[in-house]
């Protein structure tokens, strides 16, 4: 079994679906000759050609439209956005019409789209380029929204939203593609969407989390080993949510601290907080506690790492949480 990195990972599970199915395209800005602005699709035109690896005008809202046309007349495109953050150009289409198709037509007609990109920050990168909207795709009803967390998830995980009928928002940790690597079959395996992970086991206090923080918090846990006992939720699966994963370590552990890179207010860790208010408040030793993104806009690469959530930031949280 190899190692290899995220993006050797993607580019594995897209290059094995596209030889199972002929059905399968992919097109964004860049994704043929230059395989992807982060090598995801690299080798793919080579393999599959012009027709099945298309490199696009530099037009979000039309290449989410004409992958919407696609997919109704049963294609299965998969869809870069260079970055996650540019996709706003094409937020009518995503909402109105990749995540409704399915209801509009009373289930005959799937979109059954994969949209991918780079998410988060980490890489000083530019405005626009180290965005965290998972909030946004989840509250359009109709999509489903996955964040893989390391390589072999990653590639279980692409296998499987382009297997799915519905539309995926695949979003990619920009931080973790050649961060690290894992032990990644080389043979086609799925990750079932909507199945969060007990990524570290313990029983004074439950992190949950998901993306690129799952490895930050991997290692506070790491750091107060002998201290406290921390429980690693990783989501993996943004929508549908795992609720029973995160309710079951809750009730254990009976304290939460919920850990994610985008901005504070109406992030999705307040909905994660809100299940366990409404489904587990009598297990609660302590509220919970969220370390997030400021309720800023992003800011320049200058001033990213003290925007983005640190071991610092969490370990002040878990503490003021067992300390309550």
Same mark, same amino acid.
């Given at each position: 079994?190899?190692?290899?990195?995220?993006?050797?990972?993607?580019n594995?599970?897209?290059?094995?679906?596209?030889e199972k199915?002929?059905?399968v395209?992919?097109?964004?800005?860049?994704?043929?000759?230059?395989?992807?602005?982060?090598?995801?699709?690299?080798?793919l035109?080579q393999q599959?050609?012009?027709?099945?690896?298309?490199d696009?005008?530099?037009?979000?809202?039309?290449?989410?439209?004409?992958?919407?046309?696609?997919?109704i007349?049963?294609?299965?495109?998969?869809v870069?956005?260079?970055f996650?953050?540019?996709?706003?150009?094409?937020?009518?289409?995503?909402?109105?019409?990749?995540?409704?198709?399915?209801q509009r037509?009373?289930? /005959?007609?799937? &979109?059954?789209? #994969?949209l991918?990109? @780079?998410?988060?920050? !980490?890489?000083?990168?530019l405005?626009l380029?180290?965005?965290?909207?998972?909030?946004?795709?989840?509250?359009c009803?109709?999509?489903?929204?996955?964040?893989p967390?390391n390589?072999?998830d990653?590639?279980?995980?692409?296998?499987?939203?382009?297997?799915?009928p519905?539309?995926v928002v695949?979003?990619?940790p920009?931080k973790?593609?050649?961060?690290?690597?894992?032990?990644v079959p080389?043979?086609?395996?799925?990750?079932?969407?909507?199945?969060?992970?007990?990524?570290?086991?313990?029983?004074?206090?439950?992190?949950?989390?998901?993306g690129?923080?799952?490895?930050?918090?991997?290692?506070?846990?790491?750091?107060?080993?002998?201290?406290?006992?921390?429980?690693?939720i990783?989501?993996?699966?943004?929508w549908p949510?795992?609720?029973?994963?995160?309710l079951?370590?809750?009730?254990? /552990?009976?304290r &939460?601290?919920? #850990?994610?890179?985008? @901005?504070?207010?109406? !992030?999705?860790?307040?909905e994660?907080?809100?299940?366990?208010?409404?489904?587990?408040?009598?297990?609660?030793?302590?509220?919970?506690?969220?370390?997030?993104g400021?309720?800023?806009?992003?800011?320049?690469?200058?001033?990213?790492?003290?925007?983005m959530?640190?071991?610092e930031?969490i370990?002040?949280?878990?503490?003021s949480?067992?300390?309550?």
């Amino acid at each position: 079994m190899a190692k290899i990195n995220m993006v050797q990972a993607i580019n594995q599970a897209l290059k094995q679906e596209m030889e199972k199915d002929k059905r399968v395209l992919v097109m964004g800005e860049d994704v043929g000759v230059d395989g992807g602005v982060f090598r995801v699709t690299d080798g793919l035109i080579q393999q599959f050609g012009k027709d099945r690896v298309i490199d696009t005008p530099l037009a979000e809202a039309g290449i989410i439209g004409t992958a919407l046309g696609m997919a109704i007349n049963g294609l299965k495109p998969v869809v870069e956005m260079q970055f996650i953050g540019f996709s706003y150009e094409g937020f009518h289409h995503i909402n109105h019409h990749m995540a409704r198709f399915r209801q509009r037509s009373e289930g /005959t007609v799937n &979109a059954s789209i #994969v949209l991918r990109g @780079p998410t988060g920050g !980490g890489i000083k990168a530019l405005e626009l380029h180290s965005e965290s909207p998972e909030t946004f795709f989840a509250h359009c009803q109709g999509l489903k929204v996955v964040i893989p967390s390391n390589p072999y998830d990653a590639k279980g995980l692409m296998i499987s939203s382009i297997r799915d009928p519905d539309p995926v928002v695949f979003l990619e940790p920009e931080k973790l593609y050649r961060a690290f690597k894992d032990e990644v079959p080389e043979e086609s395996y799925t990750v079932p969407l909507g199945e969060a992970k007990v990524a570290r086991q313990g029983k004074d206090i439950t992190i949950v989390t998901w993306g690129a923080m799952v490895r930050l918090c991997l290692d506070v846990a790491e750091q107060l080993k002998g201290k406290i006992d921390v429980e690693v939720i990783d989501l993996r699966t943004i929508w549908p949510l795992d609720e029973n994963a995160i309710l079951e370590s809750v009730k254990k /552990t009976g304290r &939460a601290v919920v #850990v994610h890179e985008a @901005p504070k207010t109406s !992030g999705f860790g307040g909905e994660v907080a809100a299940r366990i208010q409404e489904k587990a408040i009598l297990y609660l030793n302590s509220p919970i506690v969220r370390v997030t993104g400021f309720d800023v806009p992003y800011p320049q690469f200058a001033l990213e790492e003290y925007y983005m959530p640190n071991a610092e930031r969490i370990i002040k949280g878990i503490n003021s949480v067992m300390n309550f």
